[in-house]
């Protein structure tokens, strides 16, 4: 079986302005495909890794950056998948409870999959939840997990439905 290619975008925007962002989401939401990282740029310079590297996967370590993954429902041979977050962060503890504290705690409906010092935190939520006010939290959960650091901008890169 031929193995199916995805078109990666990559697309820098402020964090005032997520209306180009929030376009992609919902296309992803129609096709039930493909999915967003959403990687804080710290300092102007510094591009971080979106993918995970072999060691990230065995052993929790993460990238040096905290960066979040929007991956929208879908439907499979399994059945149908809800719609997710995952953040990697390396702050070496929990996140749900600085979170909780913070100006980006958990909406009460959504669902905690998973919160774990080196592998990060997995959330789920209905797939009827405003992608607007999805990426919102997204945003403010990242920034939340990698104070002190000042984030200048965002860059999103959007990996497209898969095609034969």
């Known amino acids: 079986m031929a193995r199916k290619l995805r078109r990666i975008e990559r697309v820098e925007f402020d964090g005032d302005d997520y209306t180009p962002i929030v376009a992609h989401m919902t296309r992803l939401v129609d096709a039930g495909d493909g999915w967003i990282n959403l990687v804080p740029k710290i ?6 890794p979106t993918s995970l ?4 996967l065995l052993g929790g370590g993460a990238s040096g950056v905290t ?3 929007w991956i929208p429902a879908s439907h499979d041979h399994r059945g149908r998948s809800q719609a ?4 990697t962060h390396v702050t ?6 600085e979170l909780h504290t913070s100006a980006a705690p958990i909406p009460e409906n959504w669902l905690v999959e998973q919160d774990h010092p080196r592998r990060g935190l997995v959330v789920r939520f209905p797939g ?7 990426l919102v939290w997204a945003l403010r959960a990242v920034a939340t ?3 002190p650091r000042a984030i200048r901008r965002w860059r999103a890169d959007i990996h497209n439905p898969a095609t034969p």
């Open 43 to 48: 300092a102007d310079d510094y591009e971080a």
């Open 53 to 56: 590297g072999f060691l990230t």
């Open 67 to 69: 960066m979040c993954t």
């Open 84 to 87: 997710s977050i995952g953040i």
């Open 92 to 97: 070496r503890r929990r996140a749900v409870p």
């Open 128 to 134: 009827d939840e405003p992608n607007e006010q999805v």
């Open 145 to 147: 997990l990698s104070a």
